[in-house]
C-alpha cells in the first residue's frame, strides 16, 4: 500500500476517496505542525521511544499525544511499534532541527496562527483579489511582521528552513564562475549565500534585508566559515540596493510583490550593477498549462498572504526584467522546486 494512502484501502484509491483524503489534508497539516511545534521528531532522534516517555517531557496528555503519533504514523511520518512506541520515518527525519535540510521551520509558520488564520479566509482572496492577511489584520503580511517581531522571527527560520531545501541545488546547478561579487538581496540570515560562497571560495558577498532581520546573521555565517567574505548591510529593497555586487541574487522575493513594486525592485538593483552585471532571481516557474508544477500551488499562497504578490511564466519574468532594465537571458532548473531566472543589465 502506498504511503500516500491514508485511508487503507488496497489498490489504486478510487476518484471521490481521493478528493477525499485531498479535503482532510487539513488533519495531517496540523498534526505535521503540532509535532513540529512540540519537537517530538528531536525527541526520537537516538531511536523508537514510548509516547508517553514523549508526552512527559513535552509536558502534554499522554493518551492525546499517544493519538497524534499515531495518527503521524499513519500518514508516514512515523512508524508506530508495539507497546505504543514510535520511531521516525525516513520523511519524519527532516521535522527534526538539526538535519541538513529540515523543514521543521517552515512547517511551524505553515501551521502557525497568523498563516492558519489567512488561509481560512482564502475565499475572500479569491473573490476579491485582495490579501486574506490585510482582510483580516489591516494591513499588508510584513508591515505586521514589523511589529510582531516573535511571529515574525517565525517567519524567518521558516525562509531559513526553504534554503536548507533549495541552497545545495542552486549553488550546485547553477555556475556562479565569473562572479567576484555577490549581493543577496532580501537574503534573511544568509544561508543560500554562505551555501554559494561554501561552493565558490574566491567570491565575496554582500547580505542585504531588513536590519532586524540581518542582525541575527553572524552565527549563521560563522558557521559557515563565509563571515570574513561578507559585508552585512541593512535597508529595504522597496528603497534601494546594496552597491558594490558585479550580481545580484533575489531567492522568493518578486514572487511576494505585485508587478509594479516587482519592477521597483529591480530597477533599484540596476541602479547599482554595472553594465551587463546580472540579476539572479530564484523562485518558482510557473509551467505551461496541462503540466504540473510546484508553482501553481505556491501562487496561492501568494494570493493569501502576500501584498498582491504572484508566481511568474517565464513569460511574465522576461516582460518585467525588461522593465525593471534586464534582458531575461536563460532560465535554468534546478533539483528541487525552483529555478534559477537570469537577467542582463541593459
Same mark, same amino acid.
Request: net charge negative; aromatic share 10%; no cysteine.
Given at each position: 500500500m502506498s504511503e500516500a494512502n491514508w485511508f487503507g484501502i488496497p489498490g489504486e484509491l478510487p476518484p471521490n476517496i481521493q478528493l477525499l483524503q485531498l479535503i482532510v489534508g487539513k488533519w495531517a497539516m496540523q498534526a505535521v505542525y503540532v509535532a513540529a511545534e512540540l519537537g517530538i521528531a528531536d525527541r526520537l532522534r537516538d531511536g523508537a521511544r514510548a509516547s508517553g516517555d514523549i508526552a512527559r517531557e513535552c509536558a502534554t496528555d499522554d493518551d492525546a499525544t499517544y493519538r497524534l503519533m499515531r495518527a503521524l504514523s499513519n500518514i508516514?511520518?512515523?512508524?508506530?511499534? @508495539?507497546?505504543?512506541?514510535?520511531?521516525?520515518?525516513?520523511?519524519?527525519?527532516?521535522?527534526?532541527?538539526?538535519?541538513?535540510? %529540515?523543514?521543521?521551520?517552515?512547517?511551524?509558520?505553515?501551521?502557525?496562527?497568523?498563516?492558519?488564520?489567512?488561509?481560512?479566509?482564502?475565499?475572500?482572496?479569491?473573490?476579491?483579489?485582495?490579501?486574506?492577511?490585510?482582510? =483580516?489584520?489591516?494591513?499588508?503580511?510584513?508591515?505586521?511582521?514589523?511589529?510582531?517581531?516573535? @511571529?515574525?522571527?517565525?517567519?524567518?527560520?521558516?525562509?531559513?528552513?526553504?534554503?536548507?531545501?533549495?541552497?545545495?541545488?542552486?549553488?550546485?546547478?547553477?555556475?556562479?564562475?565569473? =562572479?567576484?561579487?555577490?549581493?543577496?538581496?532580501?537574503?534573511?540570515?544568509?544561508?543560500?549565500?554562505?551555501? =554559494?560562497?561554501?561552493?565558490?571560495?574566491?567570491?565575496?558577498?554582500?547580505?542585504?534585508?531588513?536590519?532586524?532581520?540581518?542582525?541575527?546573521? %553572524?552565527?549563521?555565517?560563522?558557521?559557515?566559515?563565509?563571515?570574513?567574505?561578507?559585508?552585512?548591510?541593512?535597508?529595504?529593497?522597496l528603497e534601494t540596493a546594496p552597491a558594490g555586487a558585479d550580481a545580484v541574487i533575489m531567492k522568493h522575493i518578486l514572487h511576494d510583490w505585485n508587478d509594479d513594486d516587482s519592477i521597483r525592485i529591480l530597477r533599484n538593483c540596476h541602479r547599482v550593477l554595472p553594465k551587463g552585471g546580472r540579476v539572479l532571481v530564484v523562485e518558482a516557474v510557473v509551467s505551461p498549462p496541462g503540466q504540473r508544477g510546484f508553482a501553481k500551488l505556491l501562487d496561492l499562497e501568494m494570493l493569501v498572504l502576500t501584498p498582491r504578490g504572484r508566481e511568474r511564466t517565464e513569460r511574465e519574468f522576461a516582460e518585467l526584467f525588461a522593465k525593471g532594465g534586464f534582458r531575461l537571458t536563460r532560465v535554468v532548473p534546478t533539483m528541487s522546486p525552483v529555478a534559477v531566472v537570469e537577467g542582463e543589465r541593459i
Open positions: 508516514g511520518v512515523l512508524e508506530e511499534r @508495539e507497546g505504543r512506541v514510535f520511531a521516525l520515518t525516513p520523511v519524519g527525519q527532516y521535522l527534526r532541527a538539526d538535519v541538513p535540510g %529540515s523543514l521543521r521551520g517552515y512547517t511551524r509558520f505553515v501551521g502557525y496562527a497568523p498563516t492558519w488564520t489567512a488561509w481560512g479566509e482564502a475565499l475572500h482572496s479569491v473573490r476579491t483579489g485582495e490579501p486574506a492577511v490585510d482582510h =483580516i489584520f489591516g494591513e499588508n503580511l510584513f508591515d505586521w511582521y514589523a511589529k510582531h517581531l516573535d @511571529e515574525s522571527a517565525v517567519f524567518d527560520d521558516a525562509m531559513t528552513s526553504l534554503s536548507m531545501l533549495e541552497a545545495d541545488a542552486v549553488a550546485a546547478g547553477f555556475d556562479f564562475s565569473g =562572479i567576484s561579487t555577490l549581493a543577496d538581496v532580501g537574503g534573511g540570515r544568509g544561508y543560500l549565500l554562505a551555501t =554559494i560562497l561554501k561552493a565558490n571560495p574566491t567570491m565575496k558577498g554582500i547580505l542585504f534585508d531588513l536590519a532586524h532581520v540581518v542582525s541575527g546573521a %553572524s552565527p549563521l555565517l560563522g558557521k559557515h566559515g563565509v563571515e570574513a567574505r561578507v559585508r552585512v548591510e541593512g535597508g529595504s529593497f
